[in-house]
Antibody, heavy 121, light 110 residues
Framework: QVQLQESGPGLVKPSETLSLTCSVSGGSVSSYYWSWLRQPPGQGLEWIGYVYYTGSTTYNPSLKSRVSISMDTSRNQFSLKLNSLTAADTAIYYC???????????????WGRGTLVTVSS | QSVLTQPPSVSAAPGQKVTISCSGSSSNIGNNYVSWYQQFPGTAPKLLMYDNSKRPSGIPDRFSGSKSGTSATLGITGLQTGDEADYYCGTWDNGLSGGVFGGGTKVTVL
């Protein structure tokens, strides 16, 4: 079955850029939307943004100025970049398959296990 | 401060029923479909309900979903100790042009 796996550094310094990759196995990224979400320790979920397999993107307005999501169909993976990091960006970052892509029917049917990213000097 | 409002916690005895409310507005729940996610400590969220009331394969019919106006409800009947988890509602917000979630509800089985 389709599985998602996040990878990237667990510790990033303030003001630097976070780079994470989500590798999709057991299926193709084609024909789907793919999202990044995060969850600060002990807090709720926050949607970061999504990328369609064609490369088109939509971002959370509150993060739009700092975020970039890209698609690599040849490697069956997609990536997140978040710049100007502060301690408030410390969270578990999840990648997920996004069914709806911003439509009325928006939801996530598959999730990665998540990766904890700590922003600290 | 989450866009969607959920009670922080609900509880009931084994075998009983609990309901979790998710309140929004016309820009989100009022005009879009709601999904629900179950999250156990230390694990990723899992899709529990989509399109307001549809259950993915493998989700028991003890779980139900509904929507009325700008609010949605998740119901759990025949409560089991294995249902102790955090539950989140989510939907698209047309005004914000982004996805939004509730703050989460912790279900405790007494």
């Amino acid at each position: 079955q389709v599985q998602l796996q996040e990878s990237g550094p667990g510790l990033v310094k303030p003001s630097e850029t976070l780079s994470l990759t989500c590798s999709v196995s057991g299926g193709s990224v084609s024909s789907y939307y793919w999202s990044w979400l995060r969850q600060p320790p002990g807090q709720g979920l926050e949607w970061i943004g999504y990328v369609y397999y064609t490369g088109s993107t939509t971002y959370n307005p509150s993060l739009k100025s700092r975020v970039s999501i890209s698609m690599d169909t040849s490697r069956n993976q997609f990536s997140l970049k978040l710049n100007s990091l502060t301690a408030a960006d410390t969270a578990i970052y999840y990648c997920a398959r996004d069914l709806g892509g911003g439509s009325r029917y928006w939801y996530f049917d598959l999730w990665g296990r998540g990766t904890l990213v700590t922003v600290s000097s | 401060q989450s866009v969607l409002t959920q009670p922080p916690s609900v509880s009931a005895a084994p075998g009983q029923k609990v309901t979790i409310s998710c309140s929004g507005s016309s820009s989100n729940i009022g005009n879009n479909y709601v999904s629900w996610y179950q999250q156990f400590p230390g694990t990723a969220p899992k899709l529990l309900m989509y399109d307001n009331s549809k259950r993915p394969s493998g989700i028991p019919d003890r779980f139900s979903g509904s929507k009325s106006g700008t609010s949605a409800t998740l119901g759990i009947t025949g409560l089991q100790t294995g249902d102790e988890a955090d539950y989140y509602c989510g939907t698209w917000d047309n005004g914000l042009s982004g996805g939004v979630f509730g703050g989460g509800t912790k279900v405790t089985v007494l």
